[in-house]
């Protein structure tokens, strides 16, 4: 996406975009560079999902599965502990898709239960997934497929983990603090919150990071920077791009952590996955 024409023509007009006073620091959706652009009030999945847009739809799909080889595909498995939850306990996949994340996790720890939440369109084509790679979950009713807005109210109140995989990034720290402040509700005082997206690097040591497990990477050799320089900007271009098409945006850990004590929720640990972009940032309920 970062290199295709929408990516590119967005580019071209950014710095109007910045110097324009009504939308220089605009976090709202439908005031974007893409909108700008396409000369279009509507969101970017909004626009996308237009009879007329197929193209872009069907492209931005493969991107997206070509996106999964930016990580292990087990990656999922290699931070947060499901293993060591209760048998029985309730994963809630929020924003999950058609659930192939929610399905990695169930083949590798039969005793778990997901709950996975979208949009009611996706949900059809979720039903259809789910019934190839593991209609016995369906039947059981070990996995629950559910239309849900994140932006509403959060419906399951038991949940033992909320999952967040690459949500946050496409909202402004507004939308982003509805999201959390919902889960947060509806979160049990052992509920945890799997927070999976893009960390950007710091160029340097943050004492933020102190006291965190796992928050502090291991240092590489000078005279290399902390961040790695040029062989990690894909977290900086992405952030770029999460800007130019939503106003969202890729965060520091510290901007996390930020966010998640606004909304009610304490870091207890970060686990950054080798061969990964992504890392998983774990709350507990303040």
């Known amino acids: 996406m970062i290199r295709s024409d929408e990516g590119m023509k967005c580019a071209a007009l950014m710095p109007e975009h910045f110097l324009d006073p009504e939308t220089s620091f605009s976090g709202e959706p439908q005031k974007t560079p893409f909108n700008r652009t ?10 996308y999902a237009k009879e007329e847009n197929e193209a872009y739809r069907r492209r931005f799909g493969l991107a997206m599965l070509g996106s999964r080889k930016f990580e292990p595909a087990n990656a999922i498995l290699l931070g947060f502990k499901w293993e060591d939850l209760p048998k029985g306990s309730k994963v809630v996949d929020v924003g999950g898709g058609i659930g192939s994340l929610s399905l990695i996790i169930a083949e590798a720890i039969p005793d778990l239960n997901f709950v996975i939440q979208d949009s009611k369109l996706t949900v059809t084509h979720a039903v259809e997934f789910w019934n190839v790679k593991m209609p016995s979950a369906l039947e059981s009713g070990r996995v629950k497929l559910q239309a849900h807005d994140f932006f509403t109210p959060q419906p399951v109140k038991d949940a033992s983990v909320f999952l967040l995989r690459s949500i946050l990034h496409d ?14 509700v509806s979160a049990t005082p052992e509920t945890k919150l799997v927070i999976a997206d893009a960390i950007v690097p710091y160029s340097c040591n943050a004492a933020v990071t102190e006291g965190i497990p796992g928050a502090s990477k291991e240092a590489v050799p000078v005279p290399l920077l902390p961040s790695l320089g040029k062989a990690n900007s894909y977290a900086y271009q992405a952030d770029m791009s999460m800007w130019a098409y939503f106003n969202g945006q890729n965060r520091t850990l510290g901007h996390s952590i930020s966010l998640s004590e606004e909304c009610g929720w304490k870091v207890v640990h970060v686990h950054y996955i080798p061969g990964s972009s992504i890392g998983q940032i774990v709350c507990v309920p303040m």
């Open 171 to 184: 909202w402004s720290d507004p939308y982003v603090r509805k999201i959390l402040k919902n889960l947060r």
């Open 38 to 47: 396409y000369g279009t009030d509507l969101p970017f999945f909004d626009w």
